[in-house]
């Protein structure tokens, strides 16, 4: 045989005791024909029994199938960006749609509400007509958008903590989702620093004042965190930065080492007393300004 | 009714007499010292035997398992056989039947796809039995090319399920036609619908030609 892996076993060239290249004979190798592997390792000095080479493979066949599901797993930071557009999709199409239907049932139906709940109410009603009917249907397919949308969230809620633990619990898992998919992914997320962090989703403001024409933005997409958009006008640029700070942390953490770290969401919480007392200490009307 | 393979046994459960095999416990099922209930109506090779059919098992055997999913039915298979091969694609259900895997230390999890056995005949041995369980289009022809594994005096027993080739096809027009695909490389020795455990589904027992 000229090609050394297409007419032998996954053993035929790795020592017996490692595991990575095990790893790769078992996901890369290839061969027509099976034969006779357990005896074909004893002759060949891989094992010196056949249960020992079956505790061999054992281990290399669970040790290379966990390798790929936790690849598989950190992959899954593509599923949650689309969702997460998908979830902001259906939102969006069914405020519009909402209003077309407010619009067109207002001529209709005298009482007709507003917004999604005013679609939900009309989705319910009886049609005496050819016309009413078009619009209850239209309030119908609204009803479903939102819906889709909150199931969507609920389906991000539950998967985000198993992709990426840190970020979830610092951000919620909403936010979390958005911030991986403005980076493209939880590995270039992982690779920004605090500051770029800090501003992802203020492109627009960010090169408006690069190219001199507006003050640098303090925050992008974290605005929608409590702790930015509940903080007082004057400290939200340190909390922004405190924030983006341990999100940052977070998402390395998750990208790296994939384990949950209560440490962080601790010392962000720290951070966060210290920026808040200041509004006490000026005073409690200034703080809920 | 054929006999059971060594290592299966029936066995009373809650007042019910059901298959059992000796192993941890994988899906909450009731057990009964060390032994576990089969489920019939989560596992279609369950079913097959509790339908009598003449699968061949003996026990100790040396398995090739085609769609493991998250382990149900090969846990019980690699209870009772000899050396397992489980070959899945997809990796979520592949996280639990590593689970499955920690305590059966002949149970070999294989990320692959069946539809391409040369990704895997540099680690699988020649078997006695393929179980395939695929439920994806085209079970026949993964049958067949997976019939290079099957010693001479193996069996293949597979489940055909009919929804998986044809939503809208009467499931006895698409279980012929499954059929014929396999006589490619089988001689069929006896098939039988799965009801009441599995609708539309059929249970084959074949060998090499
Ligand atoms: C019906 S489920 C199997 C259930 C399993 N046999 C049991 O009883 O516990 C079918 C499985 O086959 C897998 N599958 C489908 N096509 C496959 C292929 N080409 N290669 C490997 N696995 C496949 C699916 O991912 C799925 O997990």
Same mark, same amino acid.
């Given at each position: ?79 949650? &960006? ?5 979830? *902001?999709?259906?939102? $969006?199409?069914?405020? =519009? #749609? %909402?209003? !077309? @239907?407010? +619009? ?17 109410? &009309? ?5 005496? *007509?050819?016309?009413? $009917?078009?619009?209850? =249907? #239209? %309030?119908? !397919? @609204?009803? +479903? ?33 958005? #911030? ?110 | ?209």
């Amino acid at each position: 045989m000229t090609d050394a892996g297409s007419d032998s076993g996954w053993f035929t060239s790795i020592p017996p005791d490692d595991l990575d290249a095990a790893r790769t004979a078992i996901e890369h190798g290839s061969t027509e024909t099976p034969a006779d592997w357990p005896a074909n390792a004893l002759e060949t000095a891989f094992a010196e029994s056949r249960a020992d080479y079956y505790d061999t493979l054992h281990e290399a066949t669970t040790h290379t199938a966990r390798a790929a599901v936790e690849a598989h797993e950190r992959a899954d930071d593509q599923q949650l &960006i689309r969702s997460v557009r998908a979830m *902001d999709d259906c939102d $969006r199409t069914a405020n =519009e #749609l %909402a209003e !077309r @239907v407010q +619009e067109w049932a207002g001529s209709l139906f005298p009482d007709a509400g507003t917004g999604i709940d005013g679609a939900r109410e &009309i989705a319910t009603r009886e049609s005496s *007509d050819a016309t009413e $009917r078009r619009v209850i =249907e #239209l %309030a119908g !397919r @609204v009803v +479903e958008l939102a819906d889709e949308a909150d199931d969507l969230r609920e389906y991000i809620r539950q998967t985000a903590p198993s992709v990426a633990p840190n970020l979830a619990r610092l951000a919620g898992s909403v936010l979390a989702a958005r #911030l991986i998919g403005l980076a493209g992914g939880l590995e270039s997320l992982a690779k920004k620093p605090a500051g770029t962090i800090q501003v992802l989703g203020a492109e627009d403001a960010l090169f408006a004042h690069l190219r001199g024409r507006a003050p640098s933005p303090k925050h992008g997409v974290i605005f929608t965190h409590e702790y930015v958009h509940g903080t007082r006008a004057e400290d939200r640029g340190s909390a922004a930065r405190a924030l983006a700070g341990k999100l940052a942390i977070a998402a390395r953490g998750d990208h790296y080492r994939g384990e949950f770290n209560p440490e962080i969401e601790a010392q962000l919480e720290a951070r966060m007393a210290t920026i808040r007392a200041r509004a006490d200490a000026d005073g409690s009307e200034d703080a809920d300004e | 009714m054929s006999e059971l393979p060594a290592g299966v046994e029936r066995r009373e459960f809650d007042g019910e007499s059901r298959l059992s095999t000796r192993g941890e416990p994988v899906y909450g099922e009731p057990t009964d010292g060390a032994w576990r209930a089969w489920d019939a109506r989560r596992s279609k090779l369950g079913a097959m035997i509790e339908l009598g059919m003449a699968t061949g098992l003996a026990g100790g055997e040396t398995v090739l398992y085609l769609g493991a999913a998250a382990g149900t039915t090969v846990s019980h298979v690699a209870d009772f056989a000899g050396p397992t091969y489980a070959v899945e694609f997809a990796p979520r259900p592949m996280r639990d039947l590593l689970d499955v895997a920690a305590s059966r230390n002949r149970l070999f999890p294989l990320l692959k796809d069946a539809r391409s056995p040369e990704t895997y005949a540099h680690i699988v041995e020649p078997v006695d039995v393929i179980v395939q369980d695929v439920a994806t289009r085209g079970q026949a022809a993964v049958a067949n090319t997976n019939a290079r594994f099957l010693n001479e005096n193996g069996r293949l027993l597979a489940v055909i399920k009919a929804r998986s080739e044809d939503v809208v096809a009467a499931p006895s027009d698409v279980f012929e036609r499954e059929l014929d695909t396999l006589r490619e490389s089988y001689e069929i020795l006896e098939t039988e619908r799965l009801e009441p455990f599995h609708d539309s589904h059929l249970g084959v027992v074949a060998r090499p030609k």
